[in-house]
């Protein structure tokens, strides 16, 4: 099992930012596609970003324009950074990777991926 571990979530007012990090290894963050996944019980959950192994990435069209995705292999993080934040943004964050190098990954494969954090609250008011 990957072990992801994702950090900066909070409370924010309508319009403002945060910025999501995940903590993943390093085999992970250089061959993995890694991607954020919102869920807020009861609604159906979302694949929000990913970011595919060879760099590509793509969004769910609900955030396109206000959220990047982006990874520092460095540093071995994931980041989702979030402007013009939304009530209807609000849910439960998870960082989710998986092992993908047969073709270039899209938001809808974000809930098939294999290794998931906890995850992290956000909540816009």
């Known amino acids: 099992q990957v072990q992801l571990v994702e950090s900066g979530g909070g409370s924010v007012q309508a319009g403002g930012s945060l910025r999501l990090s995940c903590a993943v290894p390093e085999y992970a963050i250089k061959s993995y596609a890694m991607g954020w996944y919102r869920q807020d019980p009861p609604k159906i959950g979302e694949g929000v970003a990913v970011?595919?192994?060879?760099?590509?990435?793509a969004y769910a069209g609900s955030v396109k324009g206000r959220f990047t995705i982006s990874k520092d292999i460095i540093k071995k993080t994931l980041y989702l950074q979030m402007d013009n934040l939304q009530p209807e943004d609000t849910a439960i964050y998870y960082c989710?990777?998986?092992?993908?190098?047969?073709?270039?990954?899209?938001?809808?494969?974000?809930?098939?991926?294999?290794?998931r954090g906890q995850g992290t609250q956000v909540t816009v008011s």
């Open positions: 989710m990777g998986d092992y993908r190098p047969d073709f270039v990954v899209g938001v809808s494969d974000i809930e098939h991926f294999g290794h």
């Open positions: 970011i595919d192994s060879r760099g590509p990435t």
